[in-house]
């Protein structure tokens, strides 16, 4: 029954954040500073474990390659593969579940706890318009930093790959270029969308309907990532049935 309950606060907060919009003057400098903190905080993190990650797929595929009959463009495949259809938009997003989730549930949490929440009704102020849209509206450049990640893991596996003597320069290329499908990209680009909205709606829920002190504002921020982390996971299973099924 809490479950219901809280999906039912959930589709009313969403409702909410829409009505009542804060002048466009105030809302744009939300908008800038949540585009900051949101997107280009996140951009290093993402770049350093991309990398790595694309590599340690490359060198494991290059590893289990022990037949001869077996093209040495696969690796180049196996990478492209991994890191456009799933690492990019989907591990990517489990980490910014982490990283960005738990900021907006403790900034909002702890703008809860300290009352300031309360002011900005009092002020006739739409809290949730006020607080929320602007981070919906920045994490629509989320699909930006999973394309540079994307970039990144392909350019960390063919590091990996070339420079650890498991696969040539051409061999790697012919295997990014083989059977390539462009809708791969739109597909993965599609679940970042979503993923984006789940990250700015989620986590804003957590922390504005938080209830307690400054010590639940920390257990706020981790039920907002675990919760954030099952709702990515199951919709990547039914974006995936539904684009590719």
Known sequence: ?????????????????????????????????????????????????????????????????????????????????????????TFCSIIMAGKVGSYITSSIGTMRVTEQIDALEVMGVNALNYLVFPKIVALLMYPFIIAVSMFVGILGGWMAATFGGHSTSADFAEGLTLDFMPFHVTYAFIKTLVFAFVLATIPSFHGFYMKGGALDVGKASTTSFVWTSIVIVILNGILTQLLLG
């Not at 909410?16 to 800038?32: A, D, Y």
């Not at 790595?52 to 690796?75: C, D, H, M, R």
Request: glycine share 6%; aromatic share 12%; charged share 15%.
């Open 1 to 89: 029954m809490n479950y219901v309950a809280s999906i039912g606060s959930y589709a009313i907060m969403i409702k909410e954040v829409f009505k009542k919009p804060t002048k466009w003057r105030i809302m744009r400098s939300l908008i800038l500073k949540e585009i900051d903190e949101l997107i280009f905080g996140s951009l290093g993190i993402l770049i350093f474990i991309s990398f790595f990650i694309g590599g340690v797929v490359a060198i494991q595929t290059a590893l289990n390659i022990t037949s001869e009959l077996i093209p040495k463009n696969l690796v180049g495949f196996a990478t492209r593969q991994s890191i456009i259809l799933e690492f990019a938009p």
